[in-house]
């Protein structure tokens, strides 16, 4: 038999797209750089929102070709902004929901504590977008983007923090729902609210925790199982106590459960959490910045995985910085923690997980990464971000002269590459204090959103012209009138598809559309009714109305007319 050889070729692999953005020196305008599949685009920037940033968050949408921007400013302005169309025209923009090159000021007096003040989620399989932040009270607010416009500015409506100020905000979305939950403290308490496509619900009985860390600002985090969609939160115990809480809830239910760690060998002041695309595994970095020491555990959806006890002599700082991150490399066996060593090396350390194992490699002293450009100084705050097509992970690093970097660890080869290049992205982020960057991959799992442009809700023909639009750029639309078979759509025009459904009888239908983007991902509208009427009305004029030709010497004419007609939409006359 003929032998076929199958040569992969990398250049043939489709790449998610994504978005960098942070705030740089004293300008008040985000800067940001698109990530293109390989490699970050030239920088350019969004809205001024007034002052030097400190905090800022962005999304993509997954329905539409949307990302959206939240942003804290050194004066405690919270500001929101959406680059995409403008509703209502076909300008695409950095825009507040109403005009092009305006910010939306979402409160110009947000907690001076400094935690993630404010976030934003997108929901997974929803069209619309959450945009939370603290008031500077115990009731944070939040407000929704549906694409077209906005709500209200609305109150959360939690009830367990009753005093003090709500300072820290960090969401998740459910990875095939349209739940999103928020977790929110102040200084050591702890309460969770859970978005359910149209309102928040599932508030816990009780809080659960009232021993957060109080001076650091990342002292909980969040984050699904992305196979089962249970919950798992992870926060942090008073200073002293070598371990942490966990929070379980599972998918579909409002009931928690929390339970304390046993075996980690360092208080655990700072936590962060990086989910496994298509599992159940979290990896969970800790650190302990009153000891220079980290930790980093795995949850496997049922249990702990082993502990690596990691490095107890990592970079020490003053100041409450991001100095530990974790990230799957994609769907392999392999994740890693990240980390600021106090060795001065200039470089990336790391330790590396093995699932199929459950082994750390690594030692005491973790590896380091070989052939990357060195940093100008320390690290200083770090954040990875997962790919899902490849087995990798994003990392990026700020540095104590403020320079912005990006690498990449490929868990396939165990090696490093340098998307950046070996040149800083940036030379002047704003924040020295605080990670003033966020960076999102276009983790699109969800369908289009589609507009219907036609049917009319009225039709005099029994060829019928269907037509809808889509958020984002789809592969293929189809549609179903009456159940009957599935019939595709052609397209001449970018996110723009068309039909004509034929020899449809008089009378009332329904049509369905569903459209289908380059990842696969399909939505189904709802059905629309329409009415097809070929008949032409039938007029009869009836006494006392004048015959035809009469001559009348007055300024006014009596007509009396009936009209048989189902569909009767108006009457006009001509004389």
């Known amino acids: 038999a003929q032998q076929i050889t199958f040569i992969a ?12 953005v942070y705030g740089e020196g004293a300008a008040g305008a985000p800067a940001l750089r698109f990530w293109n599949g390989t490699g970050f685009d030239a920088e350019s920037s969004a809205n001024s929102v ?38 209502g025209t076909n300008t ?84 095939f729902r349209e739940e999103i939950t928020l977790i929110m403290s102040n200084t050591s308490a702890l309460n969770i609210l859970v978005w359910n496509g ?98 980093s555990y795995v949850w496997t959806g049922n249990g702990f995985g082993t502990i690596n006890t990691g490095d107890n002599v990592i970079y020490s700082t ?52 070989v052939g990357l450009t060195a940093f100008s100084d320390e690290e200083q705050n770090i954040k990875s971000y997962s790919y899902i097509e490849e087995n990798r992970t994003l990392i990026l690093i700020q540095d104590d002269l403020d320079d912005l970097w990006a690498k990449t660890y490929d868990g396939e ?38 507009t219907k442009i036609a049917p009319i809700n009225y039709v005099n023909s029994s060829d019928v012209l269907l037509n809808v639009s889509t958020g984002e750029n789809a592969a293929s639309c189809t549609y179903n009138v009456d159940g009957g078979a599935t019939q595709s759509m052609s397209s001449s025009i970018i996110k723009n598809f068309l039909s004509t459904a034929s020899s449809l009888s008089s009378g009332i239908h329904n049509v369905s559309f569903t459209c289908e983007d380059v990842w696969e991902n399909s939505r189904t509208t709802e059905q629309f009714l329409f009415v097809v009427d070929t008949t032409f009305p039938v007029l009869d004029f009836t006494t006392p109305t004048e015959n ?13 007319l009936s009209v048989t007609e189902l569909n009767e939409a108006n009457i006009t006359f001509t004389l």
Request: proline share 4%; hydrophobic share 35%.
């Open 50 to 87: 007034g002052g030097t940033i400190e905090w800022l968050r962005t999304k993509n949408s997954p329905s539409r070709d949307e990302q959206i921007i939240v942003t804290a400013t050194s004066t405690d302005d919270v500001a929101v902004q959406i680059n995409g169309t403008l509703p």
């Open 413 to 450: 080869t165990n090696t490093w590459l340098q998307p950046d290049g070996g040149v800083n992205l940036s030379d002047n982020v704003a924040s020295t204090s605080f990670p003033a960057f966020d960076f999102e991959f276009n983790y699109d799992r969800a369908g289009p959103s589609i």
């Open 198 to 295: 149209t309102a928040w619900g599932c508030e816990p009985s009780s809080l659960t925790s009232t021993v957060l860390i109080t001076t650091e600002y990342q002292h909980a985090d969040l984050a699904y199982e992305q196979s089962s969609g249970d919950l798992f939160i992870v926060s942090s115990v008073t200073v002293g106590a070598t371990e942490f809480d966990y929070t379980t809830k599972q998918d579909g239910s409002c009931s928690y459960t929390t339970a304390r760690s046993s075996g980690i060998q360092e208080d655990t002041e700072t936590l962060t959490l990086s989910p496994r695309y298509e599992s159940n595994h979290i990896l969970i970095g800790i650190h302990t910045p009153t000891g220079n020491d980290m930790d």
């Open 318 to 369: 003053a100041i409450p910085n991001l100095l530990i991150s974790a990230g799957w490399a994609g769907t392999s066996d392999h994740g890693v923690i990240v980390y600021s060593d106090a060795a001065t090396s200039l470089n990336i350390d790391y330790f590396r997980y093995n699932v199929s194992t459950n082994t750390w490699e690594g030692g005491t002293t973790g590896l380091d990464a």
């Open 92 to 175: 695409i923009c950095w825009h507040n929901g109403t005009t092009c090159n305006e910010a939306l000021n979402l409160t110009p007096a947000s907690t001076t504590i400094n935690r993630l003040k404010t976030d934003v989620a997108y929901e997974t399989t929803g069209e619309e977008a959450i945009v939370v932040w603290s008031d500077n009270d115990a009731t944070p607010q939040y407000q929704v983007w549906n694409g077209t416009s906005w709500s209200l500015n609305q109150t959360i409506p939690q009830t367990l923090i009753n005093g003090g100020v709500i300072s820290y905000l960090k969401m998740a979305p459910h990875p």
């Open 548 to 560: 035809n030709g009469t001559i009348i010497e007055r300024s006014w004419v009596f007509v009396n």
């Open 9 to 20: 070729n990398s250049s043939l692999l489709q790449r998610r797209r994504g978005i960098l």
